[in-house]
C-alpha cells in the first residue's frame, strides 16, 4: 500500500509494508524541486535514516529498476 500527498513545497509518498512478517517500517519520498529524501524509522537506533538524491539521481534509479545488468551513462 502506498499514499501520496502534495504538501506547499513537496510531493509526499509513503510506502506501507503489507503482507507476512517480518514488516519492514514505512518508507517516506520527500520529492522537492532540488531533491528528494527517502527516511525510514531504524529501531535500533531510535532514530530516523535519511537518504537525499538529487533528481537526476531518482531518475537514473527508476530507469535502472528495468535494465539488465550492465553500466550505464545517463544523459546530460
Do not use: C
Amino acid at each position: 500500500m502506498f499514499t501520496i500527498e502534495h504538501e506547499f513545497d513537496a510531493t509526499v509518498i509513503t510506502l506501507v509494508d503489507e503482507g507476512e512478517t517480518p514488516l519492514q517500517e514505512d518508507v517516506i519520498l520527500n520529492a522537492f524541486d532540488s531533491q528528494i529524501t527517502i527516511e525510514q524509522w531504524d529501531a535500533k537506533t531510535d532514530r530516523v535514516l535519511r537518504i537525499t538524491l538529487s533528481p537526476n539521481q531518482l531518475r537514473d534509479l527508476a530507469a535502472a529498476l528495468n535494465l539488465p545488468e550492465g553500466i550505464y551513462h545517463s544523459a546530460p
